[in-house]
């Protein structure tokens, strides 16, 4: 193809005159197009011959078709007695005419839009019936030296979608595949990058290796939409290969390219064009080629642009280092937003962690169990025993003394501890209503089963099942509970599908099931399946001076809770802790301490405060020497022993040899005596 220089008179520092400047907007099939740069006093030949300024491949055009040229006072476009003719906005032209703004001269069935602005003209051209019928393999794809602007959307180097032909038409040629190995390697290295000045650096790099440029710069920016004025677009990395530095691209360029379509612009022989490159540092407009490609993201949104320029005296940019260029700007896209959104996971990650650590704490306060007794030194290590297996386990005592506490500490200090922990109490659900809550139900099983639900086995699975008062779980519901306990599927109610599950029972209970068996109103078959591992949780008038730990536990809860800042109990608040038998243990003690902080306007929680029971208290009317004349001899007997207790604060070998008993003998009577509570 010729080569034609329109500007090789003019000096770098010469300015292009804008009211004569004009442009030709080349579109294919509205896919992509050319720009070609009229500068008088040059001439542009449009025809089928290789020789033409804009060749245009097909039949329906002439050799040479049509001209167009500056008379002095504006562009004229005219017929060169062309075979099929020139049309010029749906007319055939019969003489040369005068060419207007956002005219659209038609050639061989090819439409090209006449423009004085590249910022105005590079929209859809007014729609031709003919010019629809171009195809790619029509037009001239690579363009000659006077072709000014090569516009892509994206690269056959990431695409395909051209034949080998078009391809060396396009200015792709036999580096081709090497420069494909290139970008392999440097989408390689971006998915490496931590940083999006780390992946813009490299591109950088990249391109001043494969591209003979003289400045190049690249504009990212990190909101979801673009800065509001195109002067606000961050410029974050440059480079240089010469002397020269880079400069800004002008508006009209920047406008150009960040329209709807976003495709990448190539522009030669731009010496003087003051809508498509800056002065120097001297006044002149040295560059003579530029490319300039949007960087978008997935939504198809501009994030940024690679903007690269080379000078007169350099190696013009060309055809095939757009095709280059558009594949990295895709690439970086990409790498960009993978980076962006694994910045923003990386955010919700620790934001999540952060969560689950205060979760974590807070519930590490809730399952801490309290207390330096040896009754509950011997709880904490039995915990710590059976916590790693999956035993099934039965926690026994009176009601208050928190067993679901023990539940937890069980589950959290297993393997199971990220799977949930999921609790039902029993005696709270009617028969029917419990086998539903325990396996679940289908949809129209019975009057109110609107829709299918999963039971709490289905919700524990692979964690813990904590079943609280599993004394009164009825006889049907026990056989079905214990075929599950065996390893065998269930069915929901209602259902036919087996369900397996991997649960590990926790079962609590403050009534003595091994003499419902005897009874006959508990299955020995489950006792003994849930008897695998024992625990027995003491009440809190056998834990000495744990009530008074627990005590302070609770009021730095409420103070923290409810904003007061009590520091303490006075002495005598202390005795009557100690004093107190506790019948509802912890739970009562919990709401002793809650309402003291609630009603408490004084630095230090009194007697006066506690909202304990009215009546004498025995083990306190015991610690004072006044034995109520209505005392039995049984119960005399436990307030001395339970008095001893809390004296040894739970040790039980101390108090046995107080009492001049053994340990077993001392341990049938806290049996015996924990079974009358029940």
Same mark, same amino acid.
């Given at each position: 193809?010729?080569?034609?220089?329109?500007? $090789?008179?003019?000096? #770098?520092?010469?300015?292009?005159?804008?009211?004569?400047?004009?442009?030709?907007?080349? *579109?294919?099939?509205?896919?992509? =197009?050319?720009?070609?740069?009229?500068?008088?006093?040059?001439?542009?030949?449009?025809?089928?011959? $290789? $020789?033409?300024?804009? #060749?245009?491949?097909?039949?329906?055009?002439?050799?040479?078709?049509?001209?167009? =040229?500056?008379?002095?006072?504006?562009?004229?476009?005219?017929?060169?007695?062309?075979?099929?003719?020139?049309?010029?906005?749906?007319?055939?032209?019969?003489?040369?005419?005068?060419?207007?703004?956002?005219?659209?001269?038609?050639?061989?069935?090819?439409?090209?839009?006449?423009?004085?602005?590249?910022?105005?003209? /590079?929209?859809?051209?007014?729609?031709?019936?003919?010019?629809?019928q171009a195809t790619d393999d029509q037009i001239t794809m690579e363009l000659d030296e006077a072709s000014i602007t090569d516009r892509r959307r994206r690269s056959h180097y990431l695409h395909g979608g051209a034949t080998s032909g078009s391809l060396a038409a396009s200015g792709v040629g036999v580096s081709q595949s090497s420069r494909a190995r290139d970008l392999l390697q440097m989408a390689f290295c971006l998915a490496r990058c931590e940083e999006?000045?780390?992946?813009?650096?490299?591109?950088?790099? +990249?391109?001043?290796?494969?591209? !003979?440029?003289?400045?190049?710069?690249?504009?990212?920016?990190?909101?979801?939409?673009?800065?509001?004025?195109?002067?606000?677009?961050?410029?974050?990395?440059?480079?240089?290969?010469?002397? +020269?530095?880079?400069?800004?691209?002008?508006?009209?360029?920047?406008?150009?390219?960040?329209?709807?379509?976003?495709?990448?612009?190539?522009?030669?022989?731009?010496?003087?064009?003051?809508?498509?490159?800056?002065?120097?540092?001297?006044?002149?407009?040295?560059?003579? !080629? /530029?490319?300039?490609?949007?960087?978008?993201?997935? &939504?198809?949104?501009?994030?940024?642009?690679?903007?690269?320029?080379?000078?007169?005296?350099?190696? %013009?940019?060309?055809? &095939?280092?757009?095709?280059?260029?558009?594949?990295? =700007?895709?690439?970086?896209?990409? !790498?960009?937003?993978?980076?962006?959104?694994?910045? *923003?996971?990386?955010?919700?990650?620790?934001? @999540?962690? *952060?969560?689950?650590?205060?979760?974590?704490?807070?519930?590490?306060?809730?399952?801490?169990?309290?207390?330096? $007794?040896?009754?509950?030194?011997?709880?904490?290590?039995?915990?710590?025993?059976?916590?790693?297996?999956?035993?099934?386990?039965?926690?026994?005592?009176?009601?208050?003394?928190?067993?679901?506490?023990? #539940?937890?500490?069980?589950?959290?200090?297993?393997?199971?501890?990220?799977?949930?922990?999921?609790?039902?109490?029993?005696?709270?659900?009617?028969?029917?209503l419990l086998e539903s809550e325990l396996f679940g139900h289908e949809k129209g099983a019975f009057t109110g089963a609107t829709e299918r639900k999963r039971g709490k086995f289905e919700a524990a699975d692979g964690g813990t099942l904590m079943l609280d008062e599993i004394g009164e779980m009825n006889s049907e519901i026990q056989a079905k509970f214990l075929r599950v306990l065996e390893g065998h599927p269930f069915e929901r109610v209602g259902g036919?599908? %087996?369900?397996?599950?991997?649960?590990?029972?926790?079962?609590?209970?403050?009534?003595?099931?091994?003499?419902?068996?005897?009874?006959?109103?508990?299955?020995?078959?489950?006792?003994?399946?849930?008897?695998?591992?024992?625990?027995?949780?003491? %009440?809190?008038?056998?834990?000495?001076?744990?009530? /008074?730990?627990?005590?302070?536990?609770?009021?730095?809860?409420?103070?923290?809770?409810?904003?007061?800042?009590?520091?303490?109990?006075?002495?005598?608040?202390?005795?009557?802790?100690?004093?107190?038998?506790?019948?509802?243990?912890? +739970?009562?003690?919990?709401?002793?301490?809650?309402?003291?902080?609630?009603?408490?306007?004084?630095?230090?929680?009194?007697?006066?405060? /506690?909202?304990?029971?009215?009546?004498?208290?025995?083990? !306190?009317?015991?610690?004072?020497?006044?034995?109520?004349?209505?005392?039995?001899?049984? &119960?005399?007997?436990? =307030?001395?022993?339970? +008095?001893?207790? *809390?004296?040894?604060?739970?040790?039980?070998?101390?108090?046995?040899?107080?009492?001049?008993?053994?340990?077993? @003998?001392?341990?049938?009577?806290?049996k015996r005596f924990s079974a009358a509570k029940s």
């Amino acid at each position: 193809m010729k080569t034609n220089d329109f500007d $090789s008179s003019h000096p #770098a520092s010469a300015k292009q005159d804008p009211s004569r400047g004009a442009y030709l907007v080349l *579109r294919s099939a509205g896919r992509w =197009s050319d720009v070609f740069r009229l500068a008088p006093p040059s001439e542009a030949i449009i025809g089928r011959a $290789s $020789s033409s300024q804009i #060749a245009i491949r097909t039949e329906q055009a002439s050799r040479k078709h049509a001209r167009i =040229s500056w008379n002095g006072e504006g562009w004229i476009l005219e017929d060169l007695g062309s075979r099929n003719g020139t049309f010029l906005n749906g007319q055939r032209l019969v003489e040369p005419t005068r060419l207007g703004d956002a005219d659209v001269i038609e050639v061989g069935g090819f439409a090209i839009t006449f423009t004085r602005r590249i910022d105005g003209g /590079l929209g859809e051209p007014r729609p031709s019936a003919e010019s629809s019928q171009a195809t790619d393999d029509q037009i001239t794809m690579e363009l000659d030296e006077a072709s000014i602007t090569d516009r892509r959307r994206r690269s056959h180097y990431l695409h395909g979608g051209a034949t080998s032909g078009s391809l060396a038409a396009s200015g792709v040629g036999v580096s081709q595949s090497s420069r494909a190995r290139d970008l392999l390697q440097m989408a390689f290295c971006l998915a490496r990058c931590e940083e999006s000045g780390q992946a813009v650096d490299l591109v950088l790099d +990249r391109l001043a290796e494969h591209i !003979s440029l003289d400045t190049a710069g690249i504009y990212v920016w990190d909101s979801a939409k673009p800065p509001a004025a195109i002067s606000d677009i961050p410029l974050v990395a440059t480079r240089q290969t010469g002397t +020269r530095s880079y400069r800004r691209p002008p508006e009209p360029l920047l406008k150009s390219i960040a329209g709807d379509e976003l495709h990448a612009l190539l522009a030669r022989n731009v010496v003087g064009d003051g809508e498509l490159a800056t002065e120097n540092s001297r006044g002149e407009m040295d560059v003579e !080629s /530029l490319i300039i490609a949007p960087v978008h993201d997935h &939504e198809n949104r501009l994030r940024g642009m690679i903007h690269m320029t080379s000078t007169v005296g350099g190696t %013009p940019l060309s055809g &095939e280092d757009l095709e280059f260029v558009v594949a990295v =700007s895709e690439i970086l896209a990409e !790498s960009l937003w993978n980076l962006s959104d694994r910045h *923003r996971l990386s955010r919700s990650l620790r934001k @999540t962690q *952060r969560k689950v650590r205060e979760l974590q704490e807070r519930l590490g306060d809730k399952v801490q169990i309290i207390g330096q $007794s040896q009754s509950i030194g011997d709880v904490v290590e039995q915990v710590g025993l059976a916590a790693p297996t999956n035993a099934t386990v039965l926690i026994r005592g009176e009601s208050g003394v928190g067993k679901e506490l023990v #539940a937890a500490a069980l589950h959290h200090a297993s393997a199971r501890s990220d799977g949930p922990l999921v609790c039902l109490n029993c005696a709270a659900l009617s028969p029917t209503l419990l086998e539903s809550e325990l396996f679940g139900h289908e949809k129209g099983a019975f009057t109110g089963a609107t829709e299918r639900k999963r039971g709490k086995f289905e919700a524990a699975d692979g964690g813990t099942l904590m079943l609280d008062e599993i004394g009164e779980m009825n006889s049907e519901i026990q056989a079905k509970f214990l075929r599950v306990l065996e390893g065998h599927p269930f069915e929901r109610v209602g259902g036919h599908k %087996p369900i397996k599950v991997n649960v590990r029972v926790v079962a609590a209970t403050n009534r003595d099931l091994q003499a419902m068996v005897k009874e006959g109103k508990f299955r020995q078959d489950l006792f003994y399946r849930l008897h695998v591992v024992e625990i027995v949780v003491p %009440p809190l008038r056998q834990r000495g001076k744990d009530c /008074l730990r627990l005590a302070e536990h609770f009021l730095k809860q409420f103070n923290q809770e409810m904003g007061r800042k009590i520091d303490g109990f006075t002495d005598a608040a202390r005795k009557r802790l100690l004093a107190y038998s506790w019948p509802g243990n912890i +739970r009562e003690l919990k709401n002793v301490i809650e309402r003291a902080v609630v009603l408490n306007t004084k630095s230090h929680i009194d007697e006066s405060d /506690l909202a304990l029971s009215a009546a004498v208290d025995e083990s !306190s009317a015991a610690i004072h020497g006044e034995t109520p004349p209505e005392m039995t001899l049984a &119960e005399l007997e436990q =307030s001395h022993i339970e +008095r001893v207790l *809390r004296h040894t604060e739970g040790n039980k070998s101390r108090a046995a040899g107080i009492l001049g008993i053994e340990r077993s @003998t001392l341990d049938r009577k806290l049996k015996r005596f924990s079974a009358a509570k029940s």
